[in-house]
């Protein structure tokens, strides 16, 4: 009986743990909802994007993830797997909501929060684009055309032989140096990657003595994997409907290299020398944790890439105490952010950086 009731108990605890990662998706639907519903609830995704901010703000518990006391996940692997895949469908049915409003005549102030919603929570597509993005097989491929409904298929490559290779070094663009503000490391980090699979597609295309321009070129496939976007809203609104993706997309891809800022931004290694916990700022807040699905523990996920998000664990790195909506806030006044970190940068470079990153950092 005793074995019954602690294993009814451990059933309950694993659900939980693993429902709580079931906000951003039940969010999207909400989002969803309101812009097929019109009017004031277009509106919908900007409102939950405030709301987003205030919990973040004021739930400031630090949490450790889906791992128990003994180091074992809770994670449902099967559960969370399926969840990830159905995004897609989730995401494309975004995209045709608004689409269907635009050539139903949708106009004015109710456009307006009916494509701001719909970017704001297209954009959540990066946290189940990058989480796919380091698998293999059927998910890469499905990681792919996620991130290609915000024109970015080329992250997928960019973020696994880039990202996770040049972390916090001169050759990563999605590391943003200390000082550069959200706003131009968004324009440097998006074409920076977008230019290191082309430049990889170069030299791979011609080791294999393929042409450049060819369908087997990864990047030239990954823009033309946008094209059923284009042709869907050219179709539901001509120039209006290419207008309002291009501004979906333009939001998308702001919150994805806005991620990026937040989880490395001031940080240094020197090129040589090998990734440790230390170059990522880690991110465990409640309600950061479970919206992002853990994607806040960097330290952990540079370490062991292919590592999925309920096996990620607390290992120590340095953490801003603060969650990825509030940092977000900060980081849209670059003097308020910067005043934010400076002091979490200097704690960095007396505790942390080597006697050669503190050279590097001084610089």
């Excluded at 812009?35 to 277009?42: F, N």
């Excluded at 696994?160 to 943003?176: F, G, I």
Aim: a negative charge; hydrophobic letters at 45%.
């Amino acid at each position: 009986m005793k074995l019954q009731v602690k294993s009814r108990e451990n059933t309950m605890r694993k659900l939980l743990v693993n429902i709580r990662y079931f906000i951003a998706p039940l969010l999207i639907l909400v989002t969803l909802a309101g812009v097929l519903a019109g009017g004031v609830w277009a509106w919908t995704g900007v409102g939950l994007l405030g709301v987003g901010i205030i919990l973040d703000t004021l739930i400031n518990v630090q949490t450790r993830g889906a791992i128990d006391e003994n180091g074992e996940t809770l994670g449902i692997p099967w559960l969370q797997n399926t969840v990830m895949y159905m995004m897609l469908p989730v995401f494309v049915a975004l995209q045709i909501a608004l689409a269907y409003q635009i050539y139903n005549g949708m106009a004015g102030s109710e456009l307006l929060g009916a494509v701001l919603s719909t970017g704001i929570f297209a954009g959540i597509g990066i946290i189940y684009g990058h989480e796919l993005s380091h698998t293999k097989g059927v998910a890469f491929v499905i990681s792919r055309w996620m991130m290609a409904l915000s024109g970015s298929a080329h992250f997928c490559y960019a973020h696994v032989y880039n990202h996770h290779l040049e972390l916090a070094s001169e050759d990563d663009p999605a590391t943003a140096p200390r000082g550069r503000d959200i706003y131009s490391h968004y324009v440097k980090s998006h074409l920076g990657q977008s230019k290191f699979l082309f430049e990889m597609e170069k030299q791979r295309l011609k080791r294999l003595q393929k042409p450049f321009i060819s369908f087997g070129n990864r990047w030239i496939r990954g823009y033309m994997m946008s094209v059923p976007s284009l042709a869907l809203f050219f179709y539901a609104g001509g120039w209006l409907g290419v207008a309002c993706l291009a501004l979906v997309w333009v939001i998308s891809n702001f919150e994805l290299e806005a991620l990026n800022y937040l989880e490395h931004y001031g940080l240094v290694r020197v090129k040589s020398e090998p990734i440790d916990y230390r170059h990522s700022w880690d991110n465990s807040t409640l309600f950061t944790s479970w919206f992002f699905i853990e994607i806040g523990r960097q330290a952990d996920h540079h370490d062991r890439g292919e590592t999925h998000f309920w096996e990620l664990d607390e290992v120590g790195a340095p953490n801003t105490g603060v969650g990825y909506f509030t940092l977000f806030a900060l980081a849209l006044i670059p003097p308020v952010f910067n005043a934010f970190m400076k002091k979490h940068l200097d704690n960095w470079d007396e505790n942390f950086a080597t006697e050669a990153e503190k050279e590097i950092a001084a610089k």
